[in-house]
């Protein structure tokens, strides 16, 4: 298990990351998220060693890690940080990068080994293939498969799928992630992107203004994000006065609500008047305005500028995100 307690970082004065407490079980996977510059890079590195506390520890079970000022060559042998400094070997093989890195004795074995991170990655057609001919998206693809030739027992991805096409992304991370959860190896993903988190990650930490915001189970932050920001990471949310939800309240709070959690009414609801549509392929996202607040729901099709709409909200979710 790792575990990180009281961490705290600044790069020459400015703090960083204030007072983190958290903890990664074996074989889990938590995505670290947060607008850019919130320091999830950062992070990585001081789990990593690369960088050193301020104040605070880090332990993997009861082994704990050491920063540059104690170590010479960074970095954990139970620990492998997957950067965008991919460290190929230029002139060798994709094989030869993934293989080198396996501590298996027998060929047969060394072989197979090989073959199954290569099926992993999607790269056995370039088996043979120098990596200096290779693609930055397929160049990343072994980097991955060499980190985890090398057996770590926590991996540190940060934003692990940044050059590889779209084609590619949706098979690699299943392939990866449920490689992970098979050989019980835990993962810290770094990333903007929520289509690394949803379907993947267990658990979610937050980071916004040096702090932790939210540390909770994937699910359950999703559904009950607490703040916009938070919401936000998660695709397009809005946040409206309850007031116009239901114009008996009497609160000034506001509630979050995911664009595609409105349902469109012809007679009832929250009066909304459309502004733009945007074409998102298996639906439009409208733009609109219900009195001064701009609201943005899903439609299966365009609506005209200035033709009238109403939304509704299902109780239940009005409920839950009322919820403290
Ligand atoms: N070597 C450095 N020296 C000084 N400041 C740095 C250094 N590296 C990063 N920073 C600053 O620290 C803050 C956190 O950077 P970090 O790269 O950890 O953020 P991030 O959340 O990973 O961003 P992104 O999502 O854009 O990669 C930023 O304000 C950045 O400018």
Redesign the pocket.
């Known amino acids: 298990m790792l575990q990180v307690n009281s961490l705290s970082f600044s ?2 004065k ?1 703090p ?1 990351l204030i007072d983190f407490d958290f903890k990664v079980k074996k074989g889990e996977h938590v995505s670290i998220v ?10 990585l ?1 001081l789990i990593y060693g690369l960088l050193q506390p301020n104040e605070g520890e880090i332990f993997w079970g009861d082994k704990k890690v050491l920063g540059p000022n104690y170590h010479l060559v960074p970095g954990e042998p139970y620990m492998k940080y997957l950067a965008q400094d991919l460290q190929l070997m230029a002139y060798t093989t994709v094989e030869e990068n993934v293989s080198q890195f396996l501590s298996v004795f027998y060929p047969e074995e060394l072989r197979e080994r090989t073959q199954e991170l290569l099926e992993m990655i999607e790269m056995t057609a370039f088996a043979k293939v120098r990596i200096e001919k290779l693609s930055g998206g397929q160049q990343q693809r072994v980097a991955l498969a060499r980190v985890l030739a090398q057996e770590p027992e926590l991996l540190l991805l ?2 692990p799928f940044a050059h590889i096409d779209n084609f590619r992304k949706n098979d690699l991370r299943r392939n990866l992630f449920s490689y992970l959860k098979r050989k019980g190896i835990s993962c810290i993903t ?1 990333t ?1 992107d929520h289509h690394d988190i949803l379907g993947y990650a267990d658990r979610i930490i937050v ?1 916004k203004n040096q702090e932790i915001l939210a540390d909770e189970a994937t699910e359950a932050l999703y559904y009950n994000p607490k703040t916009i920001y938070t919401a936000s990471l998660f695709g397009e949310a809005n946040h409206i006065p309850i007031e116009i939800v239901k114009s008996y309240a009497n609160t000034k709070r506001k509630i979050i609500v995911y664009a595609h959690e409105f349902k469109i009414s012809k007679k009832s609801g929250i009066p909304v008047i459309v502004e733009k549509s945007y074409f998102m392929g298996s639906y439009y996202l409208i733009e609109g305005l219900a009195g001064k607040e701009k609201i943005r729901f899903h439609a299966s099709k365009a609506k005209k500028p200035k033709k009238k709409v109403y939304l509704n909200i299902s109780i239940e979710t009005i409920n839950q995100r009322l919820k403290e």
Do not use: F, P, R, V
């Open positions: 790069y020459h400015k960083i947060g607008e850019s510059g919130c320091g999830k890079s950062t992070l590195k940060d934003e770094a903007h980071l």
